[in-house]
């Protein structure tokens, strides 16, 4: 896990408390977070093979699906293994190369998905909005470029952030309040100046967000007023049912992503054990809701998922 150059604290070990305050409960908390990472893997992997063996579904809107499925899984395993072993057995060391290895991977697949989900976005309306250049447009080919865009994109922003923390002298006190390595929990443990840290990790963050969610609400926006002018009722409803799913996935990722990074930088107020079990939820929640909600709201996938049932 020795991936980046560090300076002579890489032989120390961080020590992840995992929820602090509620440590006699982690065996009990350790099962509901336990169930949603199974449930999540198993949904998500069952869309990956339904989408993998099915010709027909060999389409834009399921290869984005797929993405999404893979960064699902992705985020949540990039933390779960280790916060499970702190529960279970009181595994709590990592390497600080460890660490900051998993803080490389974990942010830079949540930036990965939200341009999957920017990608979905761009997806609807040009399915809605100009469908006669739909086929020409968005192809197997062209999916796959934006993906590598995307990853690019995540890899070059999130890269900084273990590099500028790998200069950094860490305290004596190396015990972090959470189950794994999150930036600002990282950037904390520091006791030179972090003002650049927090700095880039507060502005990337929001700039990500902010750019993603500005093209997403563009994005509807020109759906929404593309449906109003429809006159067929059917069609009106048809429109509006292709975008729900992903409205709904929209909601449960950045609602929870927001939430806990708001507190977690303004955290006045908040019990710390409040903001580490949303945190986790953030990883959780949404890998396990995503299937589900494309399950439900797709027929022409939960028809196949079905068929192998």
Same mark, same amino acid.
């Given at each position: 896990?020795?991936?980046?150059?560090?300076?002579?604290?890489?032989?120390?070990?961080?020590?992840?408390?995992?929820?602090?305050?509620?440590?006699?409960?982690?065996?009990?908390?350790?099962?509901?977070?336990?169930?949603?990472?199974?449930?999540?893997?198993?949904?998500?992997?069952?869309?990956?093979?339904?989408?993998?063996?099915?010709?027909?579904?060999?389409?834009?809107?399921?290869?984005?699906?797929?993405?999404?499925?893979?960064?699902?899984?992705?985020?949540?395993?990039?933390?779960?293994?280790?916060?499970?072993?702190?529960?279970?057995?009181?595994?709590?060391?990592?390497?600080?190369?460890?660490?900051?290895?998993?803080?490389?991977?974990?942010?830079?697949?949540?930036?990965?998905?939200?341009?999957?989900?920017?990608?979905?976005?761009?997806?609807?309306?040009?399915?809605?909005?100009?469908?006669?250049?739909?086929? #020409?447009? @968005?192809?197997?080919?062209?999916?796959?470029?934006?993906?590598?865009? %995307?990853?690019?994109?995540? $890899?070059? !922003? &999130? *890269?900084?952030?273990?590099?500028?923390?790998?200069?950094?002298?860490?305290?004596?006190?190396?015990?972090?309040?959470?189950?794994?390595?999150?930036?600002?929990?990282?950037?904390?443990?520091?006791?030179?100046?972090?003002?650049?840290?927090?700095?880039?990790?507060?502005?990337?963050?929001?700039?990500?967000?902010?750019?993603?969610?500005?093209?997403?609400?563009?994005?509807?926006?020109?759906?929404?007023?593309?449906?109003?002018?429809?006159?067929?009722?059917?069609?009106?409803?048809?429109?509006?049912?292709?975008?729900?799913?992903?409205?709904?996935?929209?909601?449960?990722?950045? #609602?929870? @992503?927001?939430?806990?990074?708001?507190?977690?930088?303004?955290?006045? %107020?908040?019990?710390?054990? $409040?903001? !580490? &079990? *949303?945190?986790?939820?953030?990883?959780?929640?949404?890998?396990?809701?995503?299937?589900?909600?494309?399950?439900?709201?797709?027929?022409?996938?939960?028809?196949?998922?079905?068929?192998?049932?």
């Amino acid at each position: 896990m020795e991936v980046f150059n560090l300076t002579p604290s890489d032989s120390s070990t961080f020590i992840l408390t995992g929820i602090p305050g509620l440590e006699p409960a982690h065996i009990w908390i350790s099962i509901p977070f336990s169930m949603f990472y199974i449930i999540g893997l198993l949904g998500n992997f069952i869309v990956l093979f339904v989408v993998w063996k099915e010709q027909t579904l060999h389409k834009p809107m399921y290869l984005l699906l797929c993405m999404l499925a893979l960064t699902d899984i992705s985020m949540c395993t990039s933390v779960m293994p280790k916060a499970l072993c702190i529960f279970w057995f009181n595994l709590k060391g990592i390497t600080v190369g460890g660490c900051l290895t998993q803080m490389f991977f974990l942010h830079t697949v949540s930036t990965m998905q939200s341009a999957v989900l920017v990608t979905m976005a761009f997806d609807r309306y040009v399915a809605i909005c100009n469908p006669l250049r739909y086929a #020409t447009i @968005f192809t197997s080919v062209e999916i796959a470029k934006l993906g590598l865009v %995307g990853l690019t994109r995540a $890899v070059l !922003i &999130i *890269l900084p952030l273990p590099l500028l923390l790998s200069r950094q002298p860490f305290c004596a006190n190396h015990i972090i309040p959470h189950t794994y390595c999150e930036h600002m929990a990282v950037v904390k443990m520091s006791c030179g100046d972090i003002t650049i840290n927090r700095t880039y990790g507060l502005v990337m963050a929001f700039v990500i967000i902010g750019l993603d969610l500005t093209l997403i609400a563009l994005s509807y926006g020109l759906i929404i007023r593309a449906i109003l002018r429809i006159s067929c009722k059917k069609a009106h409803q048809k429109a509006l049912n292709t975008c729900t799913a992903h409205m709904c996935v929209m909601l449960t990722s950045y #609602t929870p @992503f927001l939430f806990s990074s708001l507190t977690h930088r303004f955290s006045q %107020g908040f019990s710390p054990h $409040v903001h !580490i &079990i *949303l945190a986790n939820l953030y990883l959780l929640v949404p890998p396990m809701l995503n299937p589900i909600i494309y399950g439900v709201k797709t027929k022409e996938l939960r028809d196949k998922v079905f068929k192998y049932a």
